[in-house]
């Protein structure tokens, strides 16, 4: 059991939060106040008995019948006694509290795929302050956690660090939070999906097949929704093709309408052909949008977010993709964002270790032919690549660069930890020779973990149908060698969607590049790039060379894009301290409170 980090406020901080439900223990004092999220169709439910007081946010769902879940007694009670077992039976996106009034213990849970990302903070008085955006929780001068801003710099991603503010926590995925009523703390671990199919060969067989894959998109996405219409983001691509099949699947393509948007200057980011294509096979509505702005341009405003993140650099395009998406009111979004993780594209080389383990000798021979030939490197380089994979503790691990441009600082003291609920799962399970097994679990949560920092482009918020948790234990139960084969990764998903439409564009081998758009927004915004990039808190905090990133940057508008990387991270970071201190009053510069507080 992992101990949840205490960061308690200063002594002010025991006023009520404005609009927040409360619930109260025997003697009448707060135990826990809940900010409702604004806006949108997100119901909430509290009550109170005897011996609980209980709130209840979002939808639930059965996982044998799919059905919804009213909240009730019954239901709050389970997720009391054995969050466990609550997440075995039920999914869908949701948010648990439940304060055992005679006890005096309280339990926050909450969906382990994220979808619900949860925040909170504890007070002098002893309740805990319970929000879905950090920003309802954090003073008007919020401190940064230096290492997990150290960290993205460096690998991108914040390790095992929820929240890169140092006032506010986040529950991590697939945990939930237990606070007695005297002493710390603590959370634990409550989702454990099998990594092996537990059906036999049948199973393995049907799912990887594709047949019944489509099916449990289909519900998915038929849940995601709701009642709502949705908006595609259709690219032609594999997963948003499958999700186009299954929203037609279940009657719901003609509500729908599919969206492919493009950067004029840029031919490679058209992929309207191949959209065109499956929308008309769909019979669904296509909208062709243009977004001339570049990449890095100023932004009107900048989100605050609970930690760095990559699409920080796109902030301008995002924008206006929102704009032109305004005439959508009533329309959730929906995202294939997931999919290559989970079905494993590119395939890792620790692929075929995997095949080895389980005495899958032809397979394992022939996974280790098919990614040479992929990566058109020898058999023995493959080799070397998938032993390596045995100590992967990211889900990039060539994501570390060795350009020059961070400082000794900016290293020192670097975190070896990543998610804490990868590293659960991978001592727990026996993955030690299953390298392949271990790059599909860190990419798959890193995805999760980029849920909560995903642009919002749409008024009632976007959808993830792969990152739902039946189709991630889904895919984490299919062996990782069955995932591809030849020249076609996602092999599965392929099948499946070939089955249901024999689109030939399935199996289409080019794919549109970003460094292009990255390069030139660079050369359209260099005195803003180098105004962000080299006066801000890294620079403050002697984590980058100035000079070495200022040619960097200079190479970069004229496309060398070797530095792009670093780079675009360091640009994220510091984007993600101006989003905090905009009308916080703050200068750019080292915030020497979080700095110290943080390392």
């Known amino acids: ?3 949840a980090r205490l960061r308690p406020g200063p002594a002010e901080r025991h006023v009520p939060l404005p609009g927040a439900v409360v619930l ?14 604004g806006g949108g169709d997100r119901r909430h439910m509290s009550d109170q008995s005897e011996l609980l007081a209980w709130y209840v946010s979002g939808r639930v769902f059965r996982k044998d019948d799919g059905r919804e879940v009213q909240p009730a007694l019954e239901l709050v009670r389970l997720a009391l006694e054995s969050p466990e077992r609550f997440v075995e039976q039920y999914w869908g996106h949701y948010r648990i509290i439940v304060h055992d009034r005679w006890c005096g213990a309280t339990l926050v849970l909450c969906d382990p795929c994220g979808h619900c990302p949860t925040y909170y903070r504890f007070c002098r008085d002893g309740a805990v302050h319970v929000a879905a955006d950090p920003a309802a929780l954090v003073d008007a001068s919020p401190s940064f956690d230096s290492a997990a801003l150290k960290s993205f710099l460096v690998h991108g991603d914040v390790g095992s660090v929820q929240c890169a503010l140092y006032d506010v926590e986040r529950l991590p995925l697939g945990h939930a939070l237990w606070i007695p009523e005297r002493g710390a703390p603590k959370t634990r671990i409550v989702w454990w999906p099998s990594w092996q199919p537990e059906g036999g060969q049948s199973e393995v067989h049907e799912m990887t097949s594709g047949t019944g894959l489509l099916g449990l998109l289909r519900r998915s996405a038929e849940r995601c929704l709701g009642d709502r219409p949705g908006v595609l983001e259709l690219s032609g691509g594999v997963e948003s093709t499958s999700l186009a099949l299954a929203l037609a699947q279940s009657g719901l393509a003609g509500h729908c309408t599919a969206v492919n948007h493009r950067d004029p200057a ?27 702005c570049p990449a890095f341009s100023p932004p009107a405003t900048i989100p605050r977010l609970a930690r760095p993140a990559m699409h920080l650099c796109m902030l301008a395009q995002l924008d206006a993709v929102r704009e032109r998406l305004s005439s959508y009111r009533d329309h959730r979004l929906v995202n294939g964002h997931g999919g290559d993780a989970i079905f494993l594209a590119p395939p890792p080389d620790g692929a075929f270790l995997d095949a080895f383990s389980d005495r899958q000798w032809r397979r394992a021979f022939g996974a280790w032919r098919d ?22 503790r990211h889900a990039n691990p060539l994501a570390t660069p060795q350009d020059g441009l961070l400082t000794a600082a900016a290293c020192a003291g670097e975190s070896r930890c990543t998610e804490p609920l990868a590293q659960a799962w991978l001592a727990q399970w026996p993955l030690r020779m299953r390298p392949g097994k271990r790059a599909q679990i860190l990419g798959t949560l890193g995805n999760l973990r980029d849920i909560e920092v995903h642009p919002s482009l749409a008024a009632h918020g976007t959808v993830f149908p792969f990152l739902t948790q039946p189709v991630v234990e889904a895919g984490f139960a299919m062996p990782t060698y069955r995932l591809f084969n030849a020249m076609h990764n996602r092999l599965p998903l392929r099948r499946a969607a070939y089955l249901a439409s024999g689109l030939p564009n399935l199996w289409r081998r080019d794919k549109g590049m970003m460094t292009g758009i990255v390069g030139a927004g660079v050369a359209a915004n260099l005195p803003h790039v180098e105004e962000v990039c080299l006066e801000g808190y890294c620079a403050a905090s002697g984590w980058i060379d ?3 990133c200022r040619r960097a940057i200079g190479r970069i508008a004229h496309h060398h894009l070797e530095s792009m990387t670093t780079i675009r991270r360091l640009y994220a970071v510091e984007m993600f301290v101006r989003g905090w201190r905009q009308g916080a009053g703050h200068v750019d510069g080292a915030d020497s409170t979080g700095s110290e507080a943080g390392a």
Request: proline share 7%; aromatic share 4%; with cysteine.
């Open 266 to 292: 840029s031919p490679s980011s058209d992929e309207s052909h191949h959209a065109s294509s499956v929308a008309r096979h769909v019979r669904m509505p296509l909208e062709r949008l243009d977004i001339e």
């Open 546 to 548: 100035r000079d070495a």
């Open 24 to 37: 109260r223990g025997l003697d009448g004092q707060p135990v826990a106040r809940i900010c409702p999220e």
């Open 1 to 3: 059991m992992k101990l």
């Open 371 to 392: 990614l040479a030939v992929m990566q058109r490197l020898p058999l023995w380089w493959v080799a070397q690549g998938a032993f390596a994979q045995l100590r992967q």
